[in-house]
């Protein structure tokens, strides 16, 4: 792997930090008064340049729930 630019550094720096806080990256956006189309496209860009890009948290959308009966 290459050395990281700095800005390469920057974005990687705020992927990684969302993902270890488990935030969505539009709750990490708005809390770091980041542009999210910004975060979304430094994403898209890193993993093509082949760097390590953690993954995103998703919370889970449906709950499991046991009927009594």
Do not use: C, K
């Not at 488990?22 to 994403?43: C, D, N, P």
């Amino acid at each position: 792997m290459n050395e990281l630019t700095s800005t390469q550094a920057y974005w990687l720096g705020h992927l990684f930090h969302a993902s270890s806080r488990q935030l969505t990256l539009s709750e990490y956006a708005e809390e770091q008064g980041l542009e999210l189309a910004a975060l979304l496209a430094w994403e898209q860009r890193l993993v093509v340049q082949d760097m390590p890009v953690p993954p995103r948290h998703r919370p889970l959308r449906f709950i499991a729930v046991e009927v009594a009966r």
